[in-house]
């Protein structure tokens, strides 16, 4: 359905508007409860104006019934009368009504089908409109957790195994040359004297 389809285009459009512009949760689902209503409205009027033609179609098409009746009587008429060219007159006005009735008819069954279609699309958006309201705190929390995983997706995506690698190979660098370090100064003479010296003035 295009209706419902717009709204879950909106959502997603709320959705990333929230992370551009760091709009509480809170907010989103008010502004998409607030999209709805406004879809609802747009709905019921298209129903009432759907409802609205078709009445307007099936009247003039009982009144082209009613026509094309009385040209019928009255090719009859001037039949029985013995005129049969006015009544072959009658006959030709009673086919163009009749023609005219039927495609009403053919009207009414199209209008009747999108009014069908129309009614069932309302149906389905205000059980969505009302599930989501009464059920809003936990909608909210579903929201703030699909936020937060999307959050942690993000920094977790950055963080690659290119990059892993390149952090523990700087870091065990690092580590060997403190290692190497260390074994320098624990083998130079010089360093020996001044351990030496330090002994000596502990004594």
């Not at 760091?22 to 689902?29: D, G, H, K, R, V």
């Not at 001037?78 to 009544?87: H, K, P």
């Not at 009747?112 to 936990?138: C, H, M, N, T």
Request: neutral net charge; glycine residues 4%.
């Amino acid at each position: 359905m295009e209706l419902l389809n717009r709204v879950g285009r909106a959502l997603k459009s709320q959705l990333s508007h929230w992370q551009r512009q760091q709009e509480a949760p809170e907010e989103l689902l008010e502004r998409l409860l607030g999209e709805m209503e406004l879809e609802l409205i747009e709905l019921r009027r298209a129903l009432a104006q759907a409802i609205a033609t078709f009445k307007s179609t099936e009247r003039q098409r009982e009144a082209q019934k009613l026509i094309t009746q009385r040209w019928y009587e009255k090719a009859q008429a001037a039949l029985d009368g013995g005129n049969e060219q006015l009544a072959r007159e009658a006959l030709t006005q009673k086919r163009s009504y009749q023609s005219h009735t039927e495609a009403l008819g053919e009207s009414l069954t199209e209008q009747r089908a999108i009014i069908e279609r129309v009614r069932g699309d309302l149906q389905k958006l205000e059980r969505k409109y009302l599930e989501l309201k009464s059920q809003k705190s936990l909608y909210l929390a579903r929201l703030k957790s699909a936020i937060a995983a999307q959050k942690i997706e993000e920094i977790t995506g950055n963080f690659n195994n290119a990059s892993a690698s390149s952090l523990f190979a700087r870091i065990e660098t690092k580590i060997l040359e403190l290692e190497a370090e260390r074994e320098l100064l624990s083998s130079s003479p010089l360093e020996k004297k001044f351990e030496q010296n330090r002994s000596a003035s502990y004594d």
